[in-house]
């Protein structure tokens, strides 16, 4: 079986770098949508400098559709999924791209992990490490997107409002957003203005916009501005209550957060005690902490760092609230 893992690996490879010449070639002959997609994202205007504004007017290309992917993979659910967060968090990356960058790390990981510990069992962790590093980055990059927005959505509903009762239309009222209101938050509205503008029904605009912002304070914003559209009444009245609301939302979410940060820096502490107290004990007596790290002990040390992951896993579910 060990003189089979090398050949494994290097085969691996080969088809690592074959499927990555393939996805080059593939985005090379896309050449002619990605000429439609920049002529469609208005690139080349400027942007003005309000609010947050900071210079060129950056051209949008948000790709809601599943790329990179065979079909019969594209009609799963959590490959959408993984798609809506990728769109979220990267605009211009392709979800075959990510995947296959996810795959080389988690590869990249297995040799790795079999080249130092010379066994199969501790190899494959370090692997699904590896894997997992790309998602990773994505879960940080989306919820730190996410935060972004939904501490500039009150702002931004209040400058609407004041936008309205100066007498301007909402269409202008979005593109005024685009243009003055800070990122992210302000490329999401300019794409709904430009999708409008391009004939585009308001309504189905501005649901798109829900769906790839993906918060429940933006949703409220849209199920209300459709339901006004429909019934009537003052929208600038209508937008200052549901800024006051989030506000509201946002106060509650930082209390809950300051209660249960004991919680998650117990978890902290029980997850570094065992690494520093190895620390220490190696100091004091390398031959006796030094069985953990050949034989049967490297699989103990394993054993352990799963069972404080998935310590570290519960506890940070139970001390997430969602408001």
Same mark, same amino acid.
């Given at each position: 079986?060990?003189?089979?893992?090398?050949?494994?690996?290097?085969?691996?490879?080969?088809?690592?770098?074959?499927?990555?010449?393939?996805?080059?070639?593939?985005?090379?002959?896309?050449?002619?949508?990605?000429?439609?997609?920049?002529?469609?994202?208005?690139?080349?205007?400027?942007?003005?400098?309000?609010?947050?504004?900071?210079?060129? *007017?950056?051209?949008? @290309?948000?790709?809601?559709?599943? !790329?990179?992917?065979?079909?019969?993979?594209?009609? $799963?659910?959590?490959? &959408?999924?993984?798609?809506?967060?990728?769109?979220?968090? $990267?605009?211009?990356?392709?979800?075959?791209?990510?995947?296959?960058?996810?795959?080389?790390?988690?590869?990249?990981? =297995?040799?790795?992990? $079999?080249?130092?510990?010379?066994?199969?069992?501790?190899?494959?962790?370090?692997?699904?490490?590896? /894997?997992?590093?790309?998602?990773?980055?994505?879960?940080?990059?989306?919820?730190?997107?996410?935060?972004?927005?939904?501490?500039?959505?009150?702002?931004? !509903?209040?400058?609407?409002?004041?936008?309205?009762?100066?007498?301007?239309?909402?269409? @202008?009222? !979005? &593109?005024?957003?685009?243009?003055?209101?800070? #990122?992210?938050?302000?490329?999401?509205?300019?794409?709904? *203005?430009? &999708?409008?503008?391009?004939?585009?029904?308001?309504?189905?605009?501005?649901?798109?916009?829900?769906?790839?912002?993906?918060?429940?304070?933006?949703?409220?914003?849209?199920?209300? /501005?459709?339901?006004?559209?429909?019934?009537?009444?003052?929208?600038?009245?209508?937008?200052?209550?549901?800024?006051?609301?989030?506000?509201?939302? #946002?106060? =509650?979410?930082?209390?809950?957060?300051?209660?249960?940060?004991?919680?998650?820096? @117990?978890?902290?502490?029980?997850?570094?005690?065992?690494?520093?107290?190895?620390?220490?004990?190696?100091?004091?007596?390398?031959? $006796?902490?030094?069985?953990?790290?050949?034989? @049967?002990?490297?699989?103990?040390?394993?054993?352990?760092?799963?069972?404080?992951?998935?310590?570290?896993?519960?506890?940070?579910?139970?001390?997430?609230?969602?408001?």
């Amino acid at each position: 079986m060990d003189g089979l893992i090398f050949p494994i690996l290097i085969a691996s490879a080969v088809a690592l770098m074959i499927w990555g010449l393939g996805r080059i070639i593939a985005d090379a002959n896309r050449g002619e949508k990605k000429k439609l997609s920049r002529r469609l994202s208005t690139e080349g205007q400027q942007q003005t400098s309000g609010i947050g504004g900071s210079g060129e *007017y950056r051209p949008i @290309t948000i790709q809601l559709d599943v !790329l990179g992917v065979p079909e019969a993979l594209a009609k $799963y659910a959590f490959i &959408q999924s993984l798609n809506r967060k990728l769109v979220q968090a $990267y605009p211009t990356t392709t979800l075959g791209r990510f995947l296959s960058i996810a795959f080389a790390t988690g590869f990249f990981g =297995l040799s790795i992990g $079999y080249l130092l510990t010379g066994s199969e069992m501790l190899a494959v962790p370090v692997g699904l490490l590896g /894997l997992y590093i790309p998602f990773f980055f994505l879960n940080s990059k989306r919820s730190k997107r996410q935060r972004a927005m939904a501490q500039q959505l009150p702002e931004a !509903l209040d400058f609407l409002s004041r936008i309205l009762k100066a007498g301007h239309s909402f269409s @202008t009222g !979005l &593109q005024m957003m685009g243009e003055e209101l800070p #990122v992210p938050l302000c490329e999401e509205f300019r794409r709904c *203005y430009d &999708q409008h503008s391009l004939g585009q029904p308001l309504e189905d605009a501005l649901k798109e916009m829900s769906q790839r912002i993906d918060s429940t304070d933006f949703a409220f914003f849209v199920t209300a /501005l459709l339901i006004q559209r429909q019934t009537g009444g003052d929208l600038s009245e209508v937008l200052r209550n549901i800024s006051g609301m989030i506000r509201g939302r #946002v106060r =509650l979410a930082q209390q809950v957060k300051s209660k249960t940060a004991e919680g998650r820096f @117990t978890g902290y502490i029980l997850v570094a005690f065992p690494a520093v107290m190895f620390c220490l004990c190696w100091m004091q007596n390398p031959d $006796y902490c030094g069985k953990l790290l050949h034989g @049967t002990g490297l699989y103990f040390l394993g054993v352990a760092f799963t069972l404080q992951m998935l310590g570290l896993w519960a506890i940070r579910k139970i001390t997430t609230i969602r408001v």
